[in-house]
């Protein structure tokens, strides 16, 4: 197992992260990839998408943080053959004021992850991070060997991506020498709009090979899917949405081997 941990980051809200995570989480699944979702958003819409209801999340990602027991507690198998998730719930809202005191709260996520490595389950550990820059995306750096970047093809898609950049450099130099940007992803591309094709060009000049080749299109099945507690890849298996999912899987996978970001 190469125990790859990947934290899907931006911080901006509503661009594609929780959608990328659950849906490449069950692409890597269904190619045999042993699979672990972190779901590190208090909203807990990883845990939704996959399907686990809110009352069934009481041994949450926030109490395996504060309480920091042995890992397999907290993990739970979800519909999907090879996928497991470590859910969130709103607890995890007040985790940051909780540690505020704690020196080493940058870490708490990483010997979390050391010891989920040690037990060699997974091939790709994925996680679901918050819309902000806060401790818990923090964390989640310092516990990563890389990073998967969702950018919506929007207009002001790529203000505050130097932002998000720089902080991961910062984290490099400090806290995580190990840690690689691996990708960026467009996400919610409109073939129609003009705009989104501005943004596409824009994007593959200023961060060249950094893009995926594969770009996810706007579809309405991606965004129903959810409400079902299940992955488009499972919800409409070929739909646009699923079909774009797979291959970028499949492009992350290679890439992942070309660069060895999961050496
Ligand atoms: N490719 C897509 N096509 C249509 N809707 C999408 C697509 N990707 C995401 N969405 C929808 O957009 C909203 C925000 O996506 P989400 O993945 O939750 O973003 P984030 O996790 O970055 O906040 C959700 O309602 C989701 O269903
Ligand atoms: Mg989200």
Sequence with gaps: MINHVVSVINQKGGVGKTTSTINLGCAFAQLGQKTLIIDLDPQGNASTGVGVENNDRENSIYKLLTERNNSQ?????TKIQNLDIICANVELSGFETEVAEDKNRAFILKEIMNEIREKNQYNQILIDCPPSLSLLTVMSLVASNSVIVP???EFFA???LTQLLKTINRIKLSLNKILEVEGIILT???????????VEAEARKFFGEQVYNTVIPRNIRISEAPSHGLPVLVYDKYCAGSIAYE?????ILEKQKKFNFAA
Excluded: I, P, W
């Design 188 to 198: 919610m591309f409109d073939k129609r709009n003009k705009l989104c094709s501005q």
């Design 151 to 153: 950018l919506q093809t």
């Design 158 to 160: 790529l203000e505050g």
């Design 73 to 77: 507690y907290y993990v739970k198998q």
């Design 247 to 251: 291959k970028l899987a499949v492009e």
